[in-house]
């Protein structure tokens, strides 16, 4: 089975600080990994996948995360914090690419950028 | 690019009636839709895979009988909530296909 642990449901920021959301997975396949973003009484956006291409994925919005195998980690990160990246975020994991199969959520963290 | 359509964004209904929940591909189609319930402040948990033509596979735990899904064509997908229960009052979401493609979730409330 596999399963996603999101280190930290409540996360705070200041305006311009770095924003790193934690996110640690377990599978016995190889993994494809996935970080969205919820604003109130919203769907999902994807922000950013990995899919075994290349370890450090960029995405949407200035967001990036980097696989380590040896960490089981899949934290995402951005360099300056907005006001508007005040959301939930959920990390998420999936034995396919394309997510055609289950996709598994984490817990989510909710992110508090401070102005 | 693809675009998920749900209907109703929100519902409030009686307790003891029924309400119907519309998942929609607009520019694609899809073979496999998925339905998740979000709690209040916590993650999306899988309800029921659906696929078109036939039977929707349901997770451990989630009563068939009371959350029934059709997927009667590649681009319409439904889920009916009978005799709705307060304590079925959540936001239900919709995925069509790949990772990327959710519905804007309805939020149900039984009063």
């Known amino acids: 089975a596999q399963s996603v642990t999101q280190l930290g449901s409540h996360v705070s920021v200041s305006e311009g600080a770095l924003v790193l959301l934690r996110c640690n997975y377990s599978s016995s396949v190889p993994p494809y990994l996935f970080w969205y973003v919820q604003y109130p009484n919203q769907g999902l956006q994807l922000l950013l996948k990995y899919t075994s291409a290349a370890t450090l994925v960029k995405g949407i919005n200035g967001f990036e995360a980097e696989f380590k195998k040896s960490e089981t980690s899949f934290h995402l990160t951005k360099p300056s914090a907005h006001m508007s990246d005040a959301a939930e975020y959920f990390c998420?994991?999936?034995?396919?690419?394309?997510?055609?199969?289950?996709?598994?959520f984490g817990t989510g963290t909710k992110l508090q950028v401070i102005p | 690019g693809a675009v998920v359509s749900q209907h109703p964004s929100r519902v409030i209904c009686k307790s003891g009636t029924s309400v119907k929940i519309e998942c929609r591909s607009l520019?694609?189609?899809?073979?496999?839709m998925f339905w998740y319930r979000q709690f209040p402040k916590q993650s999306l948990m899988l309800m029921a895979t659906?696929?078109?033509?036939?039977?929707?596979?349901?997770e451990q735990g989630v009563e068939k009988d009371k959350f029934l899904i059709n997927h009667a064509s590649l681009t319409l997908s439904t889920l009916t909530v009978t005799s709705a229960h307060p304590e079925d009052s959540s936001f239900y979401i919709c995925?069509?296909?790949?990772?990327?493609?959710f519905g804007q979730g309805t939020r149900l409330t039984v009063v």
């Open positions: 998420a994991v999936s034995d396919s690419p394309g997510g055609y199969q289950k996709v598994t």
């Open positions: 659906s696929n078109e033509g036939s039977k929707a596979t349901y």
């Open positions: 995925r069509a296909g790949g990772e990327a493609f």
């Open positions: 520019d694609f189609q899809a073979t496999t």
